[in-house]
DNA sequence: CACTAAGTAGAATGATCGATCTATCTAATT
DNA sequence: AATTAGATAGATCGATCATTCTACTTAGTG
């Protein structure tokens, strides 16, 4: 019963119609609307619409993470795979109805380019992501797991972006070969070294189980 | 001097807050303002604001695809470098003091997701782009032109994004390192081929004429 | 000169913006 | 029962929103 506090009801709300309408188009009006609330309940809480977004975007990051996280996690024990897993995940996302692309980088893209609030936040996320793929870089025995997810988290912008606009899911199998192309590429020996031939067999079940979305 | 009509200078100044500011958050009185023009020429001229937010989107595209189309003619001749030339304009694009990204992604990111007018005028710019990149992916001889040039587009769009935020003009070396390892990985051997001698002086004057769009 | 087309300045429209201020009510604590 | 913190509805603020209107000036054409 935590979840319908006002202010959770006021967040929920204004995550709604932030990333449905726009974060600029949305006016206080609507979102105590929504919310059910009083409007004093808003500027209490969060201050003011600049303190609402940014604790939008900060739930937003965590619930995103989390839900990447446990969709890797879920796809495929062995690390590569999982780095793979990524643009399944993805695919996922994409094939839902109401698929609105990455709330930071829309936020960023409608926001003042002067405007560093948003920015700040966003590189934030982005950091944290980038952190998650690395570390999976690393345990995979790629020479240079920093670079190499980089690389990798380029690719997911770029499909997020491009389902964005053509709303078609396929494009995480696209982005997901682009991967795989990047990866045969890649310099592997690190310190802690490859998958050996024994987590070979699982790479195979676990790519088939990953094959299935949502 | 036809460049100094109203029409022009209305257009001018709402290029310029748009990409900065963002379309949502800039006025007509501000457009009229950095114009100095009249607020009744504007409405006669573009009849409304989403009819001034077409014709911005529409000459946009124009520019770009026009810069885009120099910039590869500029860099190299054999098809194959102009591949990869495409990274290098993207260096050239992200390290302007003023980079704001991709018009028609910020538009659609902070436009209400049900909104198809400024989705349209993005997939037609994107084809356009897609349809530059897969000649020259047919000319440089890969066996599947189409499915490169998506995948290439995907890598141009995530550097386009990742750069807007980072603003870091080193994505696009990153981006160029994935489009390589892309490359080396595609299949060869269209009808065409690899251009030989004969052919490359079509692929030239063919370039040549795709230089100057606007 | 008369006519036309295009641009000008500025008032005015009703709606909505983010934000502030009451005044009332409810629920939990003391 | 008295107190207190939080939520409520709603009026109100000045500013800005996109749009329309009128009246005046200018430039070009017959």
Redesign the pocket.
């Known amino acids: 019963m935590q979840d319908t506090?006002?202010?959770e009801?006021i967040l929920g709300a204004a995550r709604r119609l932030f990333v449905r309408n726009g974060i600029?188009?949305?006016?206080?009006?609507?979102?105590?609307a929504e919310a059910?609330?009083?409007?004093?309940?808003?500027?209490?809480?969060f201050?003011?619409?600049?303190?609402?977004v940014t604790a939008f975007l900060r739930r937003e990051g965590e619930v995103w993470r989390g839900w990447f996280a446990q969709a890797l996690e879920r796809r495929a024990t062995a690390p590569e795979d999982r780095l793979l897993g990524i643009f399944d995940a993805l695919g996922e996302w994409f094939s839902q109805d109401d698929y609105y692309g990455c709330a930071f980088i829309n936020a960023v893209a409608e926001s003042c380019k002067d405007d560093d609030l948003v920015r700040d936040l966003t590189l934030e996320h982005k950091r944290q992501v980038l952190a998650m793929i690395e570390r999976l870089a690393d345990e995979a025995g790629f020479a240079e797991p920093a670079r190499l997810a980089h690389q990798l988290a380029l690719i997911m912008d770029g499909a997020i972006t491009v389902a964005l606009v053509t709303r078609d899911p396929s494009v995480a199998h696209m982005a997901r070969e682009t991967a795989k192309a990047l990866l045969s590429t890649a310099a592997r020996g690190n310190a802690r070294g490859p998958a050996d031939s024994e987590s070979d067999k699982k790479i195979d079940r676990r790519a088939k189980a990953a094959a299935e979305p949502a």
């Not at 059910?36 to 809480?45: E, I, P, S």
């Open positions: 506090t006002s202010a009801k600029h188009a949305t006016g206080i009006d609507q979102i105590i059910g609330t009083a409007r004093m309940t808003l500027y209490n809480r201050g003011s619409k600049d303190g609402l």
